[in-house]
């Protein structure tokens, strides 16, 4: 989700000499004009922008929102990891440089290739609601990155039959720790759009892209996806990358059982942390259940006590809901991982069959660890194989 921002607000944290670079990588050679001295830096920096040509002032804000979506603590991280990577060390450069905005603005300035890099990744991170298959065919991160162009002809082709638009598709591929993202870029259907050129109000057609995410871990054989369209098409994407990318024409499972919530109707089931992580807490804050026989009966209990699964069960006793007459199919449970106030806590919702809210952050990647530590991610339907 894009963060709120405002040119003013974000000038307030910026270091002049920072701005003055940053102005000059835009093109804004002149001599810039002399501060009242009524004025704030942010209120000089703004008029200043302000009083260039439109061309200019899109250019400035655009970046400026670049840097602005990674000017907080899990985006300065991000960067240090993608420069260790490219053996640089970003945590030395930036470990005088006052707060996250001026870390940031400092890495677009002196590393554009790892800060574009780092924020594709850093977006990627931080979808949620994806769709995952597991026990699939296991290639190399290279063998994965030289399938992108297949993958972008392929979703090109079944864009075109299918919808009627996707008549061009461009793949980026990015390899980062334990996973390879491949991000596609199928045309859209064209669109008219109201601009401003000067001081007349025009209309214009254009086309633009939508996305289709890929995330595929190597070692686990196992796949995410993000993209719109329910899970008929869900299920056809994942094909389109088990063909064209692991090359296997095995057809997908289209319900495969990535989760099993059932397992916490068990009194024996204990969702304890591993003393590694320091947990402070772990509690079950809703559970969802479906009537096996017929209907569409539902019914969802919420709480919010410490305790782990035993709250939780035990008000499912008090209301008389059994393992003999539902299914689980949502569990909403929160981690409290080591940080001040809501610092460090997350809150997986898993849906079963096959969705999860987690995203591939660093602090997700811990919590999702337990979905195999307490059995509620299912062994792969069928045995990984190596090329």
Not at 124 to 133: D, G, P, T, V
Not at 172 to 186: I, T
């Amino acid at each position: 989700m894009a963060r709120q921002y405002k040119l003013k607000s974000f000038l307030r944290y910026l270091d002049d000499a920072l701005i003055r670079e940053y102005l000059k990588t835009k093109g804004i050679h002149r001599e810039l004009p002399a501060k009242d001295d009524k004025e704030t830096p942010a209120d000089y920096w703004e008029r200043l922008i302000r009083a260039l040509p439109q061309k200019e002032v899109d250019a400035i804000e655009a970046g400026f929102q670049e840097v602005s979506e990674m000017a907080m603590e899990s985006g300065i991280l991000s960067l240090t990891r993608m420069g260790r990577d490219h053996d640089i060390d970003i945590t030395g450069e930036i470990k005088d440089v006052e707060n996250p905005h001026n870390q940031a603005l400092h890495c677009y300035l002196k590393h554009p290739e790892i800060f574009e890099e780092t924020a594709t990744l850093h977006r990627i991170e931080e979808l949620r609601s994806k769709k995952e298959r597991t026990g699939l065919r296991s290639k190399t991160a290279k063998q994965v990155i030289n399938r992108k162009d297949a993958l972008a002809e392929a979703l090109r082709q079944f864009f075109t039959e299918q919808d009627g638009r996707g008549l061009h598709c461009h793949v980026d591929a990015y390899s980062f720790s334990n996973r390879v993202c491949l991000v596609a870029h199928p045309e859209d259907y064209a669109q008219t759009d109201l601009h401003y050129e000067g001081e007349q109000l025009r209309r214009a057609s254009r086309r633009p892209c939508f996305e289709v995410v890929f995330i595929y871990y190597p070692d686990a054989g196992r796949l995410e996806l993000w993209a719109k369209g329910g899970r008929d098409r869900e299920k056809e994407l994942m094909d389109i990358f088990n063909h064209q990318v692991l090359e296997d024409e095995t057809p997908l499972d289209p319900m495969q059982k990535v989760y099993d919530l059932n397992r916490l109707f068990d009194e024996n089931v204990v969702l304890a942390g591993q003393l590694e992580d320091q947990i402070e807490d772990i509690r079950v804050k809703l559970l969802r259940f479906d009537f096996k026989f017929g209907g569409r009966q539902r019914i969802t209990l919420e709480m919010d006590q410490e305790g782990g699964l035993k709250p939780m069960q035990e008000l499912m006793k008090h209301k008389g809901i059994n393992a003999e007459y539902y299914n689980i199919t949502q569990a909403r449970i929160h981690i409290k991982f080591p940080g001040k106030g809501k610092k460090g806590g997350v809150t997986m919702q898993i849906t079963a069959p096959d969705k999860c809210n987690l995203n591939s952050s660093p602090l997700h990647l811990k919590a999702e660890k337990y979905l195999k530590l307490w059995n509620l991610e299912n062994n792969p339907a069928r045995e990984a194989q190596t090329v």
